[in-house]
């Protein structure tokens, strides 16, 4: 994100909105922030002003945070929505959090957590090492993508069929061991779908959304569309053609903030 990006705070704790700001300026000090306690002036701020990257509390005094993130996808499909909440761990493993919303981040991580997962979307060239599964059946994709991520320090594993990439993780503890994040096209060889390696990851291995964060390259702009694949266990989509500026952003933001909750919990 660049000096003339801006973000959106949602809070109704005037101290909370203060603290985030802060934590805004200390990793990107040129970022112009709004900051607003309910979603009835977020929503307003959204219909004036282009904002990059919205961070809100999960409750509000007038509606749930989520309410934010459903304009969002309504209107701005791939803006990115991140909400803090003090139950975010347990309630990701159940799937009862909103699937409009790009992350989410557990109050108990605090205000360190909060830097940590900001930073790789407020400072996407900050350098970062990360292993990433790649599917992809476009060659020619393929070595562009691959190129691009590598130059970035993260190490690539490159396949193109969902039935190629299971051989890569066919056990949970395997799968942690090799990846960071699985980046996938959304069509692939065969007839398959990047919702086959999904359900795989998500159900055969049992690994969520925090443990093996999945970002999926789409060139649906149909709303219910995303939200389903998001709803199926995608952390993020990315739009095509791809922008790759995005695209570095989305990874290093997902990679940043597993590798943060891996460390947390060893």
Same mark, same amino acid.
């Given at each position: ?51 990059? *990257? ?59 957590? *909060? ?17 990433? *599964? ?12 691959k ?22 993780? *066919? ?15 959304y ?26 964060p ?53």
């Amino acid at each position: 994100m660049n000096e003339s990006q801006k973000v959106l705070i949602a809070d109704s704790s005037k101290l909370a909105r203060r603290l985030t700001e802060k934590l805004v300026k200390k990793i990107a000090p040129y970022t112009d922030v709004f900051s607003v306690s309910s979603v009835e002036q977020a929503i307003e701020k959204l219909k004036s002003n282009r904002v990059d *990257l919205i961070i809100s509390a999960l409750r509000l005094p007038d509606d749930d945070g989520t309410k934010i993130c459903e304009y969002v996808r309504e209107n701005h499909h791939y803006l990115p929505v991140i909400i803090v909440s003090g139950d975010v761990d347990s309630r990701l493993q159940d799937r009862m959090l909103s699937s409009d919303v790009t992350d989410y981040i557990d109050k108990a991580a605090g205000q360190k957590g *909060l830097e940590i997962f900001l930073r790789g979307l407020l400072r996407p060239d900050d350098e970062i090492n990360g292993k990433i *599964l790649y599917i992809e059946d476009s060659a020619v994709v393929a070595h562009a993508t691959k190129k691009l991520l590598q130059n970035h320090h993260l190490e690539i594993t490159h396949k193109v069929s969902v039935t190629d990439a299971k051989t890569e993780a *066919l056990e949970s503890q395997v799968a942690l061991e090799k990846f960071d994040l699985v980046l996938t096209d959304y069509y692939l060889k065969n007839n398959e779908t990047a919702l086959e390696i999904l359900d795989y990851f998500r159900n055969d291995l049992g690994l969520d959304k925090i443990e093996m964060p999945f970002v999926i390259m789409t060139g649906d702009e149909n709303t219910e569309n995303q939200k389903q694949i998001l709803n199926l266990g995608a952390n993020d989509l990315i739009g095509k053609p791809v922008n790759q500026e995005a695209l570095v952003k989305k990874i290093k933001f997902q990679v940043r903030f597993t590798q943060f909750h891996r460390q947390k919990n060893e």
